[in-house]
């Protein structure tokens, strides 16, 4: 029997429903709070279009996994011997000067400040890994992937072991 993978979620992520009544959910409405809930952490259509160009090309990776042990946060695409760790960043979940914060009607003060704390998250994890002697590369979901694939293996080659 296959079992169908929920939407992005890792397969080791649980998801507890709140039963104790101590933290209301900050969703303003259940439906939002479902729709939020099938958002795609993994396996988006941009991070799949630039994994596609990756493998075609020859290179191998790990996928939605820390970088270093004891790193709470995931790189979409790991280069663990060269110590390349690359994230697709989401235009409205990272605050892409571009398309990012949209004005939104609802709870809008929880969402620009969301953005806020995603962005000084992004930093310390850079800030992090580059102290650990990764090179890490950060794209925008609507950066075009052949461009964003040839920069990544140009950075992979660069920085692989000599044999």
């Known amino acids: 029997m296959t079992r169908k993978r929920s939407a992005g979620r890792p397969s080791t992520s ?6 104790d009544g101590v933290a209301p959910s900050w969703a303003s409405s259940e439906a939002v709070r479902r729709r939020m809930q099938r958002q795609r952490t993994r396996d988006t259509g941009p991070e799949m279009a630039v994994r596609r160009l990756l ?4 290179l ?7 970088p270093l042990a004891g790193l709470r946060r995931r790189a979409d695409i790991v ?4 110590r390349v760790a690359v994230f697709i960043d989401g235009c409205f979940w990272h605050g892409c000067p571009e398309h990012g914060m949209r004005a939104t009607h609802v ?3 929880y969402w620009s400040a969301k953005v806020v704390r995603n962005q000084a998250r992004d930093e310390s994890t850079d800030e992090y890994l580059k102290a650990a002697g990764w090179d890490v590369i950060r794209v925008w979901e609507h ?3 052949a461009a964003v694939a040839a ?5 992979v080659a660069r920085r692989r072991p000599q044999s």
């Open 14 to 19: 649980r998801r507890t429903p709140r039963t």
């Open 55 to 58: 493998h075609k090309s020859g």
């Open 60 to 66: 191998r990776y790990r996928v939605d996994i820390a």
């Open 79 to 82: 280069f663990g011997s060269a």
């Open 107 to 109: 709870n809008s003060s």
């Open 143 to 145: 950066e075009e992937p």
């Open 151 to 155: 920069f990544i293996a140009e950075t």
